[in-house]
């Protein structure tokens, strides 16, 4: 798990509150990645970052706002969030989004986010 | 469009009997397959994947699974369960840019 870390693994909000995932990939990979796993769904696609510029947005709620600073560093802003939104974020990267669909994704462990 | 479909939501063995995770997938090109494992409070796991090459792909942890073009599938296999086997397995196909999860089967390993 060293490939990819997530801090914090584990995170309670209010609805009114504002915070941050952050995600860190040590693989000198070019693309990172976004999931959201609920219960009983299969894992959901966010955002998708390569050579730090969005390339998919996939219909994901202005209440979720990414940033990549840097081909290492990923972030996921969240506010004014719901309690359906409450679930395991994953953060993933490979070596670039284009990699004829052979690239392997590396995942981070996930933070656990509870929304009251 | 691609998709993939795994045929059972739980599977359950005996530790020490064979183990059988089924998936089948949908893909418009050739496609490129993965299984992914993920052990409570985890991330996913890389077991293997499939990229046009050797049809019958071997894994870590004693895992292989067959790429069989004529029936769509891509099943996963190990002779031998063991206790730390016990995991929610994920097949995924890849279009190139994306890949696309399947449900996920969650194997239970019995003493």
Known sequence: ETGVTQTPRHLVMGMTNKKSLKCEQHLGHNAMYWYKQSAKKPLELMFVYNFKEQTENNSVPSRFSPECPNSSHLFLHLHTLQPEDSALYLCASSQDQNGGGTDTQYFGPGTRLTVL | ?111
């Not at chain 2, 089924?22 to 077991?47: A, E, I, M, T």
């Not at chain 2, 890849?94 to 003493?111: E, H, I, N, Q």
């Open chain 2, 1 to 111: 469009a691609q998709s993939v479909t795994q045929l059972d939501s739980h599977v359950s063995v005996s530790e020490g009997t064979p183990v059988l995770l089924r998936c089948n997938y949908s893909s418009s090109y050739s496609p490129s397959l993965f299984w992914y494992v993920q052990h409570p409070n985890k991330g996913l796991q890389l077991l293997l994947k499939y990229t046009s090459a050797a049809t019958l792909v071997k894994g870590i942890n004693g895992f292989e699974a067959e790429f069989k073009k004529s029936e769509t599938s891509f099943h996963l296999t190990k002779p031998s369960a063991h206790m730390s086997d016990a995991a929610e397995y994920f097949c995924v196909v890849s279009d190139r840019r994306f890949m696309r999860f399947g449900a996920g089967t969650r194997l239970t390993v019995k003493p």
